[in-house]
T-cell receptor, first 114, second 116 residues
Framework: AQSVTQPDIHITVSEGASLELRCNYS??????LFWYVQSPGQGLQLLLK????DTLVQGIKGFEAEFKRSQSSFNLRKPSVHWSDAAEYFC????????????WGLGTSLGVNP | NAGVTQTPKFQVLKTGQSMTLQCAQD?????MSWYRQDPGMGLRLIHY???????DQGEVPNGYNVSRSTTEDFPLRLLSAAPSQTSVYFC???????????????FGAGSRLTVL
């Protein structure tokens, strides 16, 4: 079955430290890839997306993600975390050509220590 | 722009009561959807619509009805509420129902429903 795995349920980093959140998917073909962020008590907001082309994509709030086909991964990174980045992060995948079926990861909760 | 507006933000129901969660978007988006979010279960698609007059079921449609009489509005109806429907509900929309950008979703702020 098609699935998206976010191996880390919760991560805590210090403010100013670098961050990498992992996302792996199980598809044979290259999917469309997304990262969304959910601040406490809010809806989800799109951080970045990958459809094709350059495998390193830039998003909002200083985030970037790299698509690695050989590892079936789409990890989210930020060089220096701010306290306001504390939130829940969701990776999502849709198989190219099947636009309606978004498969969501279960999310990674990010805590930031001052 | 208001984006996607959901009402109410909080609701408490008794088992067997009915209610409607409202969702409105002012972006002229073709695609609208309803999700529920539960701890440990992630986001699950309840129903979606690719345009006015067209709706379809998602992963967990049982116990919910939807309609799409206008492009702007996509209400979610609970016909006879059950404790299993206690959840946070999100409405989401996207500008296209058919292109690669169809999954670039704009979410509402959510509606927290408790069924006693």
């Amino acid at each position: 079955a098609q699935s998206v795995t976010q191996p880390d349920i919760h991560i805590t980093v210090s403010e100013g430290a670098s961050l990498e959140l992992r996302c792996n998917y199980s598809y044979g073909a290259t999917p469309y890839l997304f990262w969304y962020v959910q601040s406490p008590g809010q809806g989800l907001q799109l951080l970045l997306k990958y459809f094709s082309g350059d495998t390193l994509v830039q998003g909002i709030k200083g985030f970037e993600a790299e698509f690695k086909r050989s590892q079936s991964s789409f990890n989210l990174r930020k060089p220096s975390v701010h306290w306001s980045d504390a939130a829940e992060y969701f990776c999502a995948v849709v198989l190219a050509g099947n636009n309606r079926k978004l498969i969501w990861g279960l999310g990674t909760s990010l805590g930031v220590n001052p | 722009n208001a984006g996607v507006t959901q009402t109410p933000k909080f609701q408490v129901l008794k088992t067997g009561q009915s209610m409607t969660l409202q969702c409105a978007q002012d972006m002229n988006h073709e695609y609208m959807s309803w999700y529920r979010q539960d701890p440990g279960m992630g986001l699950r698609l309840i129903h979606y619509s690719v345009g006015a007059g067209i709706t379809d079921q998602g992963e967990v449609p049982n116990g919910y009805n939807v309609s799409r009489s206008t492009t702007e509005d996509f209400p979610l109806r609970l016909l006879s509420a059950a404790p299993s429907q206690t959840s946070v509900y999100f409405c989401a929309s996207s500008y296209s129902a058919s292109s690669s950008g169809a999954n670039v979703l704009t979410f509402g702020a959510g509606s927290r429903l408790t069924v006693l």
